[in-house]
């Protein structure tokens, strides 16, 4: 299975995002609204889009990113590498100090994923919509480090590649 990581592409990884947000009927926002965003697409070796990283709501000062992620059905997508990138670009790359992302609280098998990757869950009532809860998961740079993950396959650390990917 050969991946390939698409940059520069921002508006439509974006676009994929939210449309499968919305398909999902994880989110009701169509779209981000943030003139700052940047995407990472991951592409199969049809060069067909099946998973995209949205980073958005960038704030420098607080050393802060939101992050979104989505992925069609069915395709090997997170690979060590996809974590590799997914984590370096707000730590390594914009020096955040923190990573935010949210999930639907009834959304387990990702909830399971951000647990593993050392990630504080925090469940929001309602948040989703008068019957829906939702889930805040942070990351900040000291808990990504000590993931396992970061720790089996040295994630921060930049090799020339993913530096200039990026």
Not at 37 to 49: Q, T
Not at 135 to 140: H, P
Not at 154 to 162: A, D, P, R, T
Request: contains cysteine.
């Amino acid at each position: 299975m050969a991946l390939k990581y698409v940059f520069g592409q921002d508006e439509l990884v974006a676009d994929f995002v939210a449309r499968s947000k919305v398909a999902s009927g994880a989110h009701k926002r169509a779209g981000f609204n943030d003139a700052n965003l940047r995407a990472i697409g991951i592409a199969n070796a049809d060069d067909e889009l099946i998973a995209g990283i949205v980073y958005f709501n960038y704030s420098p000062d607080e050393g802060t990113i939101e992050m979104s992620v989505e992925a069609l059905r069915g395709h090997r997508w997170l690979t060590p590498s996809t974590l590799a990138l997914m984590f370096q670009y707000p730590f390594l790359l914009c020096g955040c100090q923190m990573l935010i992302t949210k999930t639907a609280a009834r959304n387990e098998h990702v909830l399971r994923m951000l647990a593993a990757m050392n990630f504080q869950l925090i469940r929001v009532p309602r948040v989703a919509g008068r019957d829906q809860d939702g889930v805040l998961a942070l990351l900040t740079v000291e808990d990504w480090l000590e993931s396992k993950f970061c720790k089996r396959y040295k994630h921060h650390i930049l090799y020339g590649s993913e530096a200039k990917a990026a």
